[in-house]
């Protein structure tokens, strides 16, 4: 029953117990199941002694532990295996509490400060001596993390004994069962190559924490209707209670089991019954606080009873805890792996092929890890530049060969990419695994792609042909000094301008040749030491003894020398005292000009004011304006702000309109009103911004125009509208009325007048041809007054019909209206043979409108053009439109002068006598009024004898393809 292996363990334990030494013992080994396989148990035994202290027997008890075993063993192992990645990354890697002390920190800590891994646990950073904008820095972001978990990058550099190094971090949120964020990770990459394009990378390790509490089996004796008549200390423990409540029976199965645990109980507690015990499974007790703790359960019924039974308590809590730190620390190992740009790899030496990549090894080859390892035993002879071969080999036997076990092997060679580019890249690898005999089994590397470090690496060098070709050639004087300010080197034009070479200033004292006067040689070192880098002028001698003026600016290297860049500004010198002259000119011209401008804007009516932006402060006002504003002189405004000068509700107005200004670039343009000894005063108002030479807005410009009297006016006028109005709408509403009213008598008038003709016709009376003709002049009359009053009420009609608008074809309303005229037309040729009419429609547009109404229009301008046509062989007839969309229609009639044009609107005028051609007066009035209904315009142009054309132009015209649809 018990492993070979672990015998001996057992057989100490035991003799323990016999030998009373130890009252109870705890044992952890491996033994055999009834089919042979072999499992974990933990025996918790006690020794039962009788009343006179004689061992009267061993009672133990077991639980299987396999599956803990397992995980336990599962954890050590990704224990392992993370360690290894992380101590071969070539990230700082760290962990931070939410005091910002170090919990954890990898061994790369120690490349970068000298400083053992050790020295950082439980500090925080400013503990430690960082420098306090680097603190500040990372403090910052690791509270912002704290607070808003999510993940935050900072860059920041930080000297070594090499210089300077910078650095990205990561700072990653790590989360605690309730979600909030416990711990943040923090992955430093060393990116100082990538400041000068070059990379090194540093991969980190989380550190795991195992939490181990301690397990006490308990042991409880109950009933079978779930009473509790007795139980250990451990059981007591472990729920939180008292024995004095074990006594008074405030415990009991019922309320130690949680609702949805009592069908479990049922069934096992049926188990008990049938078979005197029950398989152990797993539940959880609900302790004395209301808190739950999971449990292994074990029940048998005590020997010879039916009702009273024992069951064997153990806190499981350790094996789910475990379970969950293995499930965190697989998630975290599972993230950084995610989230590392390095490629990782695991290389099997004895198959000679890549058994493992993560998924960053697509962004940097493009294969997938797949395809990487479906290459096979090919992928390092088919990817490895031949030329790093044989290094790459060296590499590895020198792992193979080192008996350091945690040595590494850093080595740059080019892999090709998918797309056939090859790629400079930087392998960290090292031993992950060892075959029983000591032999290299598997290495584990980490690959960061250096291709843009190599690039740069090129690029340094041609910048720095480049440079010391520019520095030669550069017409500034450039020289470095050291810290003494002795010469080390100076450049062409140096020599050129101060006239000494560099050869000549060896063993000599060129502070003192350049500048003989001890005081200003002192005062020249000292402007050197300070390497302010603003430029200073002086004066220096030159080799032939002239003295010329110079300027000069200092730099401080890190090593404590200096760069010096100087240039000759002797023609400049003399260019700044000509300019002076020039300036104080001007700046009386300016006085002048300025004093005649003001004077100019004094004379002028507008209130003139320009307001800076910056404190919306006066700059400039003119004397209407101060005037206005109720000041005696523009010294009292100018260089005051609005809010001196106004009211707060006034100035914080004024404040609004000038910060639109300032704020849209734009100008604006309001009426604004004013009460003034208790009138109303009106102001037309602009406001324009000022630009500067880099086109800011640094100020406006506002004029002020007194339009009083022309809103006066404007509103007077109003009013007069408004009436004229009225007027007309009456004016429309009786000549409806008369128009109407006036049919009855016209219809008698025409009826008494038939009944009279057809009683003198019986009479024989109108055989007179005097009273025919009588007759005859009532007859016309009647039908005369029937016309114009049928004209007075298509007038009226036009004004009082509800405008429709919708899109019109104008093309099919020209084609009805020539075929309404064609029944007159038709019969003009049997009265007179020569009378033919022709006409020519060309490309109307689509337009908005009244269909009926516009249909009148056509109507009305085509039977004008053929009636003032007749006599024209052949009479011609235009209905076209211009390309801005004026539609016009053109004779070839009789035409008029153009001084009567202004008549031929109006309702019943006429040029022509009833006569010579027919009509009421009335059809072109009607047609105005519906064009001006439209919103439109209608005109006429005409030479006497050569035809007439009517223009007219309605709203926006529609395209025939939005017209179609």
């Known amino acids: 029953m018990v492993y070979p292996e672990d015998f001996d363990l057992v057989s100490a334990v035991t003799n323990q117990l016999l030998q009373n030494k130890e009252p109870r013992t705890v044992c952890r080994n491996r033994n055999y199941t009834k089919d042979g396989s072999v499992i974990y148990c933990e025996w918790y035994n006690s020794a039962l002694i009788d009343e006179s202290g004689r061992l009267v027997s061993i009672l133990s008890f077991a639980r299987d532990i396999t599956e803990q075993h397992r995980t336990q063993e599962e954890l050590r192992q990704r224990e392992q295996e993370f360690s290894t990645l992380a101590e071969n990354s070539t990230d700082i890697i760290a962990r931070f509490d939410r005091q910002l002390r170090h919990l954890y920190v990898n061994q790369e800590i120690e490349r970068a400060t000298a400083k053992s891994p050790s020295e950082f646990i439980g500090k925080s950073n400013k503990e430690l001596g960082i420098a306090p904008d680097i603190c500040n820095l990372w403090d910052e972001a690791c509270v912002k993390v704290f607070r808003v978990g999510k993940q935050e990058t900072i860059e920041f550099n930080f000297p070594t004994s090499d210089g300077t190094t910078y650095y990205q971090c990561r700072i990653i949120p790590e989360f605690a069962e309730d979600n909030s964020v416990e711990t943040v990770l923090a992955i430093a990459r060393d990116i100082t190559e990538i400041k000068q394009v070059e990379a090194q990378l540093r991969q980190s390790e989380a550190r795991f924490r195992r939490v181990v509490d301690s397990n006490i089996i308990g042991i409880v004796f109950w009933n079978i209707n779930g009473e509790i008549t007795d139980a250990n200390q451990a059981f007591l423990n472990l729920l939180g209670y008292t024995r004095d409540d074990l006594f008074s029976q405030k415990i009991g199965w019922q309320t130690m089991t949680p609702p949805e645990c009592h069908n479990l109980d049922e069934q096992k507690l049926a188990e008990v019954v049938a078979n005197n015990t029950n398989t152990p499974f797993e539940k959880e007790f609900i302790r004395a606080d209301g808190s739950r703790v999971p449990v292994l359960l074990g029940s048998a019924l005590l020997e010879g009873s039916q009702e009273l039974g024992v069951s064997f308590v153990l806190d499981v809590t350790e094996r789910k805890q475990a379970e969950l730190e293995l499930q965190k620390q697989q998630e975290l190992l599972e993230s950084i792996i995610k989230t590392i740009p390095n490629f990782l790899y695991i290389y099997d030496t004895e198959a000679q092929q890549n058994i493992y990549a993560n998924a960053a090894v697509t962004a940097m080859l493009g294969y997938s890890p797949q395809e990487l390892q479906d290459r096979g035993t090919e992928a390092i002879s088919s990817l490895i530049h031949p030329d790093d071969m044989p290094k790459l080999i060296v590499g590895m036997q020198r792992l193979e060969n080192s008996t350091n076990p945690h040595e590494t092997d850093d080595i740059d060679y080019r892999i090709k990419h998918k797309n056939g580019e090859w790629r400079w890249v930087h392998d960290r690898s090292t031993i992950f695994k060892r075959t029983p005999d000591g032999k290299m089994k598997q290495v584990i590397g980490s690959v960061l792609d250096i291709t843009d470090r190599k690039k740069a690496e090129e690029s340094l060098i041609q910048q720095n042909e480049l440079l010391q070709t520019i520095f030669e050639n550069v017409p500034v004087m450039l020289t470095f000094l050291d810290a003494q300010g002795e010469l080390c080197w100076v450049n062409r034009h140096w020599e050129q301008v101060l006239g000494w070479s560099f050869a000549e200033t060896k063993n000599r004292d060129m502070l003192a040749e350049f500048y003989p006067q001890p005081e200003y040689r002192k005062y020249v070192f ?55 002259q020039l300036n104080e000119t001007l700046e009386a011209q300016v006085a002048l000009r300025t004093a005649e401008l003001e004077t100019f804007f004094d004379s002028l009516p507008d209130l003139i004011f320009v307001v800076e932006r910056e404190n919306m402060r006066f700059s400039f006002v003119n004397l209407p304006f101060v005037e206005f504003c109720g000041f005696d002189s523009r010294q009292q405004m100018q260089g005051k702000t609005i809010y001196e000068c106004y009211p707060s509700q006034l ?29 109303a005063v009106y102001f037309d108002t602009f406001k324009i911004p000022l630009r500067n030479l880099d086109g800011e807005v640094y100020a406006l410009i506002g004029t002020a125009r007194n ?57 024989e009376v109108l055989n007179d041809p005097k009273i025919v003709h009588y007759i005859e002049i009532i007859e016309d009359s009647s039908q005369k007054m029937s016309l114009l009053i049928d004209g007075l009420l298509a007038l009226s009609r036009v004004g009082r019909t509800d405008l429709i608008k919708i899109p019109i074809d ?6 009805t209206a020539i075929k309404l005229s064609k029944p007159r037309t038709a019969a003009d040729p049997a009265e007179n043979p020569d009378s033919q009419v022709e006409f020519t429609v060309g490309d109307l547009p689509g337009v908005m409108g009244d269909p009926t109404l516009l249909q009148q229009v056509f109507s009305n301008l085509i039977d004008n053009a053929v009636k003032f046509s007749r006599g024209r062989t052949p009479a011609i007839i235009v209905i076209d439109a211009l390309p ?20 031929l609107f109006g309702a019943f005028q006429r040029l022509h006598s009833q006569r010579e051609f027919e009509g009421t007066g009335i059809g072109l009035a009607i047609v105005q009024r519906i064009i001006h209904r439209h919103g439109g315009t209608i005109w006429v142009q005409s030479v006497p004898s050569q035809g007439a054309t009517f223009y007219f132009k309605l709203g926006p015209t529609i395209s025939n393809a939005n017209l179609d649809s």
């Open 651 to 679: 100035a914080e107005q004024f404040y609004l309109e000038n910060m639109q200004v300032f704020v849209s670039g734009q100008t604006i343009h309001f009426q604004e009103n004013f009460l003034v000894a208790g009138d």
């Open 526 to 580: 000292d402007f050197i030491q300070e390497a302010s880098q603003k430029w200073g002028d002086f004066k220096v001698k030159v080799r032939d003894g002239r003295i010329i003026d110079t300027t000069w600016a200092n730099v401080r290297l890190s090593d404590g020398t200096f760069i010096s860049i100087g240039q000759d500004i002797s023609d400049r010198k003399r260019a700044e005292a000509e300019l002076q």
């Open 810 to 815: 104008l093309a099919r309303l020209v084609q």
């Open 884 to 903: 801005d969309g004026t539609i016009f229609v053109k004779d070839n009639g009789v035409g008029f002068s153009m001084e009567y044009a202004d008549r």
């Open 707 to 763: 339009v009083t009297e022309l809103i006066q006016t404007k509103q007077a006028l109003s009013e007069r509208t408004e009436q004229l109005e009225v007027a007309n709408q009456e004016l429309e509403s009786f000549g409806y009325s008369v128009s109407h009213d006036l049919r009855a008598p016209l219809r008698h008038i025409s009826g008494f007048v038939n009944a009279l003709k057809q009683r003198l016709i019986s009479t």
